[in-house]
């Protein structure tokens, strides 16, 4: 069997969920509902709602955060947005994928679109959906160019929502085709900090709603969508996945996502761990030793007129935050705070070098050296970064993440408190 035949029948073949794969899909699950709704105040999201309620007829979906309900691919656009948009929600750190955004954006809407359907055949196709996505970007080789979220999230949400749509087994290949044949997305608005980074996540939610919806309507695409000449992985990414494909069902890769605990570029997150408890007036110098990809992502200068999406993404910034805030609060990202100098000399204390980490998709480890005002030196290693697996968020800690995003929706009371009834449209 190829492994395009082994990742079609895993797609819409039936699941055996471990219970502890259950409990880590749930969780993840309300903690990227929470990042929808917190993200519904953003910056950018009123215009990305405005264009999106221009999109079609219907208003069947509801949009996190919000009181207003979309058809299901503008729907998808806008929480898919809402989601990714602060930087705040989950990623599985070896794919360097944010596998639960597109694909909880597309299902819930799709779901919410059909009036509701079975809580446990939604909870099945987010899985299915983001193992598949997270196996994509486990088996690439090569660094980023694409963004992966939005590739490998669009084939894993397409074959998610093809699953809740009741299509047939033998169309879910034309679904992965006409997937294949929407994947966009690319490193550059990273390297820029622009805002097109979450809306590629938008439009590859949106896309997985419309490669389905085509199929339905009997459309057909291209059957060696993964491994073809010009497939996913010759075309987006060096690798071969038919190891990983075999895996699929047997290694589930849902419990190894990582939580994100503060609102900012997750390549960031072990610097802010290790100043955690310290303020201004204790540190002298941060020095910070990180693998290449780590300095990469968010090694950057801060720069005059910088954006928020480019400062979510700004090191010496989120340091200058951490030391200043004990944390990192989205709505201190404005150009006041930018060009703010008190600010600006708490992130000179900070340098970057990078290690000799041959492997150019790691996140970790990464070592610093904190030099305290009293002259004392405290080097930490950290070997996993906090909200990873190996290093998990106590449940009161995510709890306090959970309860402060929810206080940012534009509109209080609007994140669920199940959220399987959320994602399904259906209530217990």
């Excluded at 503008?74 to 794919?95: K, S, T, Y």
């Excluded at 963004?147 to 679904?175: C, K, M, N």
Aim: hydrophobic fraction near 50%; glycine fraction near 10%.
């Amino acid at each position: 069997m190829t492994a395009t035949a082994r990742l079609l029948a895993f797609a819409n073949g039936p699941i055996l969920m471990p219970a502890p794969v259950r409990a880590a899909a749930l969780m993840l699950l309300g903690d990227t509902l929470a990042m929808g709704a917190a993200g519904s105040t953003a910056p950018g999201a009123d215009g990305v709602l405005a264009a999106a309620q221009g999109w079609g007829t219907g208003a069947a979906v509801p949009v996190l955060g919000r009181a207003v309900r979309l058809p299901a691919p503008a729907a998808a656009f806008a929480n898919g947005f809402q989601i990714h948009c602060l930087e705040w929600d989950a990623v599985h750190e070896p794919a360097v994928v944010h596998a639960m955004s597109v694909v909880t954006a597309a299902l819930h809407a799709a779901c919410h679109a059909r009036g509701g359907v079975g809580r446990e055949d939604a909870l099945a196709a987010l899985v299915v959906g983001v193992d598949i996505a997270c196996m994509l970007g486990l088996a690439a080789t090569t660094p980023l160019k694409f963004f992966r979220p939005a590739t490998a999230g669009l084939i894993g949400a397409a074959l998610a929502v093809a699953r809740v749509a009741g299509l047939p087994p033998e169309r879910f290949g034309d679904v992965l085709g006409l997937a294949h044949a929407q994947c966009a997305g690319t490193m550059q608005a990273h390297v820029e900090g622009s805002i097109a980074l979450p809306l590629q996540v938008a439009a590859a939610a949106r896309a997985a709603i419309t490669a389905v919806d085509l199929v339905a309507a009997g459309l057909t695409g291209p059957q060696d969508a993964l491994m073809g000449p010009f497939g996913y992985f010759p075309l987006f990414e060096g690798g071969d996945p038919s190891a990983l494909v075999a895996q699929l069902g047997s290694r589930w890769l849902v419990p190894e996502i990582s939580i994100k605990p503060w609102p900012s570029g997750r390549a960031s997150h072990a610097t802010l761990a290790a100043l955690e408890g310290l303020g201004a007036a204790d540190v002298r110098a941060i020095a910070a030793e990180v693998p290449p990809l780590i300095a990469r992502l968010v090694g950057r200068p801060w720069v005059e007129g910088m954006s928020p999406a480019y400062a979510r993404l700004c090191l010496p910034f989120l340091v200058a935050l951490m030391l200043t805030d004990g944390r990192i609060d989205p709505r201190r990202f404005t150009s006041a705070n930018f060009d703010d100098p008190g600010l600006r000399a708490l992130g000179t204390r900070l340098s970057v070098s990078v290690d000799g980490n041959p492997d150019l998709n790691a996140l970790g480890p990464q070592r610093f050296r904190v030099t305290l005002v009293d002259g004392s030196v405290r080097d930490v290693l950290v070997p996993a970064t906090l909200g990873s697996p190996a290093n998990p968020l106590t449940a009161s800690a995510h709890g306090a993440k959970l309860a402060f995003a929810a206080s940012l929706a534009a509109v209080p009371g609007t994140v669920d408190a199940d959220p399987l009834t959320a994602l399904s449209g259906t209530p217990a």
